[in-house]
């Protein structure tokens, strides 16, 4: 299984979109096998979910998402986490031991909201 965490060098990013890459773990059974960084090619609506969907993601981490991508994240079966912040490799730590803390989406806007940026993420 594959967990993509949108990263701001070795921080979990304030909005999946903006974040300037992806840290991608394998995981295997309760441990994490691999791990490699790849760069985010560009936030257009609807491209990053079949994007991380080619690379075997079935779930993502970030700080933030806006309800529209949530939900093209899940039609392509991959389980958006959010409202998660701290040092990427305690993350996907805290998710492998199954006490990962999630919360709402620091995207807080209505539905037809499209992000344009946080404080305190990338934009």
Known sequence: MKVAIATEGEWVSAHFGHCPEYTLYEIEGNKVVGK???TNPGHEPGFLPPYLARFG???IIAGGMGYRAQQLFREMGIEPLLGVEGH???VIEAYVDGCLATGESFCSHGEDHECEGHAGGAS
Do not use: K, P
């Open 88 to 90: 990427v490799d305690a």
């Open 36 to 38: 490699t960084v790849i």
């Open 57 to 59: 993601v079935a779930c």
